[in-house]
């Protein structure tokens, strides 16, 4: 079945029309937003709490906040970088309320969709996410926040934006967080004794 026209030009809209048009009740427009910026939003809080379905809601109620939200100028002129400051803090608040911070160092469950790798790549694979994940707890939250949101390929606006820093400053800041998450990760490793 082919799409109707009005979905059609709802994919072509800005964010910020759809906004205004959700402001007007127009429930199309939200999922349009919503299926626009999902999979960044959830990959953002896949990498912080490391837990598919704690992610998939998480990324649910950053939505819910968005619905939610008294649109401001703030957001209209980028929705992605609110997503992704909102998202940070909701994945943070997640961390925070768990009954130890160390939980979140737990291994990941393999994807069933996944290539078929043997027992001892499974574990090489799984240790050496469950040391970045320990590397990443012991920097600052910017930090991280940065380097997570580098690594999803945003630009130095995007960033930014969503970090609430200048412009200017972006490429200083990464540099650092990337020198402070090697530091990290090699007192990780030596910690483990590897």
């Not at 809209?13 to 427009?29: A, M, N, P, W």
């Not at 008294?70 to 309320?97: C, K, P, Q």
């Not at 130095?156 to 990290?184: I, M, N, W």
Request: proline share 4%.
């Amino acid at each position: 079945m082919a799409p109707d026209k009005d979905e059609d030009e709802l994919t072509t809209l800005s964010d910020s029309f759809l906004l205004q048009r959700v402001r007007e009740g127009d429930v199309d427009s939200f999922d349009v937003l919503f299926y626009r910026h999902y999979d960044r939003v959830y990959g953002l809080l896949f990498r912080l709490v490391g837990n598919r379905a704690e992610a998939e809601d998480l990324t649910q109620e950053v939505f819910l906040k968005l619905y939610q939200q008294d649109f401001s100028r703030r957001m209209e002129h980028n929705l992605g970088g609110w997503l992704y400051r909102v998202a940070t803090n909701v994945g943070y608040n997640a961390i925070r309320g768990r009954k130890r911070r160390w939980q979140r160092n737990m291994l990941l469950l393999p994807d069933p969709t996944d290539a078929p790798v043997t027992p001892a790549e499974r574990l090489a694979q799984a240790e050496t996410r469950a040391t970045v994940r320990a590397a990443l707890a012991r920097l600052p939250e910017r930090q991280v926040q940065l380097l997570l949101l580098r690594q999803m390929d945003l630009s130095y606006a995007e960033l930014a934006e969503a970090c609430d820093v200048a412009p200017g400053s972006v490429g200083t800041l990464l540099k650092r967080a990337a020198h402070a998450f090697r530091q990290a990760y090699e007192a990780v490793l030596q910690a483990q004794g590897g």
